[in-house]
């Protein structure tokens, strides 16, 4: 296995587990515990996980989001698949937000390879923005304020009135947690008005968020899941469940 094969593996069963032990690892990878450390060592020092005695965590928590890296590498398939669930909800001829993220950011991908006539897309995420101006038949529109390097988006006062002066058909939302009475949380203050702003301006709201998103917490609230009109996840869910969101009225569709 090559070096960046094991560090992608190592960050895979971070996201997993949320932590890794160096002699487990190193036992799964046939390598010694003294390679292991040199892994953790480097990718700590890219912001992509934290040293702990004897192993690593996940550089997450209520107050601190995971870096953009890597969040972009984690669970891409299945952001695929709920981006290309999203993506037919979009029509030519809308108004529509486009939430920071990575999930949203597999969204863009696949809306630069369609046909639009007329498609209006407002967005405060800076990839996503360089990924649609390009193509024909959208008008992309970039949300100012703040720049968050940690997210690679906008936010704080001047995107949240940019935000109010606007109308969207449809709103296409990204989350780090949704807690298990149907919270929507943040661990960024800066987000949480942008985002609140945006469900407000929006005729339709759509949640997109892989099943890691859910039963966690964060330090900020956002909104209720009864805000929200539809969630596309790959998140299976127990049918006391399922029936609390169609409660909520919530459309909930499975990828």
């Known amino acids: 296995m090559l070096a960046a094969e094991r560090r992608q593996y190592i960050l895979n069963e971070l996201y997993k587990n949320k932590a890794v032990a160096i002699n487990e690892l190193a036992e799964e990878l046939g390598v010694t515990t003294m390679t292991i450390r040199r892994d953790l060592h ?49 029509e030519s001829s809308m108004s529509v937000y486009i939430d920071a993220g990575t999930t949203t950011y597999e969204l863009a991908e696949l809306m630069a390879q369609q046909h639009w006539e007329d498609l209006t897309v407002v967005t405060n995420d800076l990839s996503i923005s360089q990924i ?45 947690a949704i807690t298990k009475d149907w ?21 339709q709201v759509v949640l997109l968020a892989d099943h890691s998103k859910f039963h966690k917490h964060k330090l900020y609230y956002i909104a209720g899941l ?13 049918e006391d469940e399922f029936r609390k969101l169609q409660e909520l009225g919530v459309d909930y569709v499975l990828v």
């Open 226 to 238: 009864d805000e929200i009109n539809v969630l596309v996840s790959d998140y299976k869910t127990t």
């Open 183 to 203: 919270r929507i949380m943040t661990a960024n203050a800066d987000k949480v008005d942008v985002k609140r702003a945006c469900i407000h301006a929006a005729d």
């Open 42 to 90: 480097l990718l700590e020092s890219q912001g992509l996980l934290e040293k702990s005695h004897g192993g690593a965590v996940l550089a997450e928590s209520l107050v601190k989001e995971a870096t953009y890296r890597n969040r972009k590498l984690a669970h891409v398939e299945e952001k695929q698949h709920i981006a290309k669930t999203a993506l037919s909800f979009i």
């Open 132 to 176: 649609l101006s390009p193509v024909r038949g959208i008008d992309t529109i970039m949300v100012g304020g703040h720049v968050d390097r940690e997210s690679n988006s906008t936010g704080g006062v001047l995107a949240i009135n940019m935000v109010q002066c606007m109308h969207f058909d449809l709103c296409l939302l990204g989350t780090q």
